[in-house]
């Protein structure tokens, strides 16, 4: 009996010093992610790239997204996104940066998204599917009533024709409005 609980004693001490992570469990945030990821369905023009996985070794999950769209005025670009993660997710909405500088009424010069799913329209029922849906949607129909770049909003309203031919040159690389775009053809 006494050799029979010393072995179980010392079986034990094996099992811990086993794995140097003794089972260490993942954030909620991080399970969420991780469902949502073998959950998305990517439509043709949008690819996924995870940057910092949602896993116990990294403090953010970050997730890159290029966004191709075929139609409409930003047909033709590549535009990538960056997604980050924080431990709140999905109770607290990704934070989302536009890494091209493009000249579209809804991301600023900086990049920053104005999208009313990731500030007040944010529930936690949303996930990572809706979020590419609704970028997509941004790149093909640019809101001018709820603007983070005045100016692009103003002109989409005033002048359509003339806010397309400034996308397409923004696109080009080029010059509009005394600042010069990034390249996403």
Same mark, same amino acid.
């Given at each position: 009996m006494l050799k029979l609980r010393? =072995?179980? /004693? &010392? /079986?034990?001490?094996? =099992? *811990?010093? %086993?794995?140097?992570?003794?089972?260490t469990a993942l954030p909620a945030s991080r399970l969420r992610l991780q469902r949502d990821l073998h959950a998305v369905d990517l439509p043709p023009s949008?690819?996924?790239q995870v940057l910092n996985a949602p896993d116990v070794t990294t403090e953010l999950a970050l997730i890159q997204l290029r966004i191709s769209p075929d139609e409409n005025m930003y047909a033709g670009g590549?535009? $990538?996104? #960056? $997604?980050?993660?924080?431990? #709140?997710y999905p109770m607290e909405?990704? *934070?989302?940066?536009c890494i091209n500088k493009i000249y579209h009424p809804n991301i600023d010069l900086?990049? #920053?998204?104005? !999208?009313n799913i990731l500030r007040e329209d944010w529930s936690p029922a949303l996930d990572l599917q %809706? $979020? +590419? +849906?609704? @970028? @997509?949607? !941004? @790149? !093909?129909e640019p809101n001018p009533k709820d603007p983070l770049n005045? #100016?692009?909003?103003?002109? =989409? +309203?005033?002048? &359509?024709e003339t806010f397309i031919h400034e996308v397409k040159l923004s696109m080009a690389?080029?010059?509009? /409005?005394n600042e010069i775009f990034d390249y996403v053809l």
């Open positions: 010393q =072995l179980q /004693k &010392k /079986k034990q001490e094996e =099992l *811990k010093g %086993s794995n140097p992570f003794e089972r949008v690819e996924l590549h535009f $990538i996104f #960056n $997604i980050e993660f924080g431990d #709140n909405p990704p *934070k989302v940066k900086h990049g #920053n998204v104005c !999208l %809706s $979020i +590419i +849906i609704g @970028l @997509l949607f !941004l @790149l !093909l005045q #100016n692009a909003a103003d002109q =989409l +309203i005033d002048n &359509k690389g080029g010059f509009v /409005k």
